[in-house]
């Protein structure tokens, strides 16, 4: 009888150390339910309005316009295209970067001074660092 008594509340703790241990097992996968096929595709985004953003910069230093303007759409299409992934993943504080930088790329490829598009420009620089240091880690995601 003594056995018994002992026995009740050891198995009804094991029970429910198991379901908790289960639903944090639930939990990790479903934080870290992001695809190798996602990462890859974001990734093309990422280097192609990382590249375009450059390429802008030095158009401009060189008074490309032409060109300048040209990439600059190309960067803005691409961080439109980060903006729609953060936006399916609901992280509107990713949605907010994303769009910053496309607007202001769009900005950009639509003034006409070398002046000009350096200014506008400028608050993309910002969502370079505000972006990557909540979501990226190094050439993966974090907090998805
Ligand atoms: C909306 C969020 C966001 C913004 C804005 C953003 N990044 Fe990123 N970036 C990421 C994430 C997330 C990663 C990690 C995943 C990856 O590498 O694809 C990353 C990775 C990178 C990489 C490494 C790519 C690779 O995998 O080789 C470069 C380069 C980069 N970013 C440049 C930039 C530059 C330059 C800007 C600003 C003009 C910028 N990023 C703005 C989210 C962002």
Redesign the pocket.
């Known amino acids: 009888m003594k056995n018994s008594r002992q026995i009740a509340p050891n198995c009804v703790t094991i029970t429910a150390m198991r379901i908790a241990s289960f639903f944090t097992a639930a939990l990790l996968l479903a934080v870290s339910a992001l695809s190798a096929d996602e990462?890859a595709d974001?990734?093309k985004l990422?280097?192609a309005?990382?590249a375009a953003?450059g390429a802008v910069r030095k158009a401009i230093g060189e008074k490309d316009a032409t060109t300048a303007a040209a990439k600059a759409k190309e960067m803005a299409a691409a961080?439109e295209g980060?903006a729609a992934f953060?936006k399916a993943k609901g992280k509107e504080d990713?949605v907010k970067?994303?769009e910053t930088?496309a607007a202001a790329a769009k900005a950009a490829a639509a003034a006409t001074s070398p002046e000009d598009m350096t200014a506008a420009l400028a608050p993309?620089?910002a969502?370079?660092r505000?972006?990557?240091t909540v979501?990226?880690?190094g050439?993966?995601?974090k907090g998805l």
């Open positions: 990462l974001y990734t990422m280097k309005g990382a953003n961080f980060m953060f990713g970067f994303a930088a993309a620089g969502t370079c505000g972006c990557h979501y990226r880690d050439d993966k995601f």
